[in-house]
């Protein structure tokens, strides 16, 4: 999967004052995003990932079904410039027994090699993500597919990965071709 987007097109916001020391200006917390945070950053990018794992470790749903789920996870967007989505975009997950270790945009190599991977348009990633549909029932109608991984393994962790979409969709952000909220 060639022409993965780096998460350089959305501007970060400006760290807000209660995430510095006082006598470093270093950022001390990252785990609170805030509504400013929440518009100005895009889907499927560097900051959002981030943001994605974030909402994981907060939820108590994605803990409990994902407890003994553990390995690499891609969620790719497929390109479709009529949604502002020039190239595909993937978002590389380490996740472990109900926590996201880290997360951040997918290298060729992650896409190539995570125990899943999960595909599909944006307009589909949109209707997951606001929980308009649910993902067994996207897999089911051919607008979710798995990439990468086997659906008899996946088949046990149904419910984790529909915690996993659910939380996701809570760490926001805009979508491609929509301007930041003013």
Not at 24 to 37: L, P
Not at 57 to 66: G, I, K
Not at 79 to 101: K, L, T
Not at 138 to 155: C, H, T
Request: proline residues 5%.
């Amino acid at each position: 999967m060639r022409g993965l987007h780096r998460a350089g097109a959305p501007v970060a916001a400006p760290v807000p004052e209660e995430y510095r020391s006082v006598h470093a200006g270093d950022i001390v917390s990252t785990n609170h995003i805030t509504r400013e945070m929440h518009d100005a950053m895009e889907v499927f990018t560097e900051d959002w990932a981030r943001a994605c794992c974030d909402a994981l470790n907060r939820s108590e749903a994605y803990r409990a079904s994902a407890a003994t789920w553990e390995g690499e996870i891609v969620l790719a967007m497929s390109p479709d410039p009529a949604r502002g989505v020039d190239a595909e975009r993937a978002i590389y997950i380490d996740a472990h027994h109900g926590e996201c270790r880290r997360a951040h945009v997918a290298t060729p190599a992650e896409l190539a090699n995570a125990a899943f991977v999960f595909s599909a348009d944006p307009t589909t990633w949109r209707r997951l993500l606001a929980r308009e549909v649910e993902p067994v029932a996207a897999v089911m109608q051919g607008k979710l597919r798995l990439a990468r991984g086997n659906v008899f393994a996946l088949a046990r962790y149904a419910q984790a990965a529909k915690e996993m979409i659910a939380a996701a969709g809570q760490a926001g952000g805009r979508w491609p071709g929509e301007g930041a909220a003013a």
